[in-house]
């Protein structure tokens, strides 16, 4: 459970302005901010997002928003949870669509934040275009994407001279069907990140394998990133299914598959050599 606002649809219409048909037709049109917030860590947060949750009459938050973030709103400003967690959407996307233009439009300034970047598997599209249609005044502020802010907490660079010269973001998950042509990733000589692809782990690795990329690529599975408890687990593409299963990997995780993840071992071990230095010094 995440900040102290009361988070069901019935809740909704709770702010006085929001109540006040008069306010509400007198009131020019609000603005609404699809802010960023990052993976977790409140430090990652832009100023220009803390500004706008600052600035809003109502936030609106996703199932990603960290507590930590959360505990920024400002304890006036009414926050309502709107996240989505599999199978359990707390309010379908074309109603959350209509919300945000209706809050505008009654005069609030609305912050819409998300998880991550608005833009990167946040269907930001789908809210800006809805808002646009409607004539609403709207903003984006990008975020930290998970896969940049996870990999860089677990030593992880995404790209790395003379390892991986370009890294290509999959989600493995899709409303309907999943149109991945897994042979030309598997040739890409890219580092992977999969997105929502915990559940997807046994088909990701076998379509990989079968589009030839080798039993050893080095995987990194992050469960929690940039929050207090990340969890780091290191496998390859052949094993990380079975990792998942036997550490009890829990959602939100991101999947890192490619050779830059050895890295993280040799960093690791420049900083054991450093304190060993330290210690005999
Ligand atoms: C619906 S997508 C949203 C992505 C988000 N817009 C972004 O830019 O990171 C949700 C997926 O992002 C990944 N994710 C988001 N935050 C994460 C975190 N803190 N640690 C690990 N994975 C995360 C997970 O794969 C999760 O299933």
Avoid at 37 to 61: C, H, M, Q, W
Avoid at 258 to 263: N, P, Q
Wanted: charged share 20%.
């Amino acid at each position: 459970m995440k900040h102290t606002a009361t988070n069901t649809k019935a809740a909704i219409p709770i702010n006085s302005r929001v109540n006040d048909p008069q306010a509400a037709l007198n009131a020019r049109s609000g603005k609404v901010w699809l802010v960023g917030a990052g993976p977790g860590d409140a430090e990652l947060l832009t100023v220009k997002a803390l500004r706008a949750i600052n600035s809003a009459d109502i936030i609106f938050y996703d199932q990603l928003v960290s507590e930590e973030i959360c505990a920024l709103f400002p304890k006036n400003t009414p926050a309502l949870y709107v996240g989505k967690v599999k199978n359990n959407h707390s309010i379908p996307q074309e109603d959350l669509n209509l919300l945000l233009v209706n809050q505008a439009q009654l005069g609030l300034n609305v912050c819409r934040i998300k998880g991550g970047d608005p833009f990167v598997f946040g269907r930001g599209g789908e809210e800006l275009l809805a808002l646009r249609r409607a004539g609403v005044e709207a903003e984006v502020i990008p975020g930290i994407t998970s896969a940049s802010g996870c990999s860089t907490y677990a030593d992880i660079p995404l790209t790395h001279r003379g390892i991986a010269q370009g890294c290509t973001f999959v989600t493995g998950h899709a409303e309907k069907t999943l149109d991945v042509n897994w042979s030309a990733l598997a040739q890409l000589n890219h580092t992977l990140v999969f997105y929502m692809g915990l559940t997807r782990a046994g088909d990701i690795s076998a379509n990989l394998l079968a589009g030839g990329l080798a039993a050893d690529t080095p995987v990194a599975i992050i469960e929690n990133g940039c929050r207090k408890d990340q969890r780091d687990i290191i496998s390859d593409l052949k094993n990380f299914p079975e990792a998942v299963l036997r550490e009890h990997v829990k959602s939100p995780a991101l999947i890192i598959v490619g050779h830059v993840v050895s890295l993280k071992e040799q960093l690791q071990v420049e900083v054991w050599m450093q304190e060993a230095k330290r210690m005999t010094a």
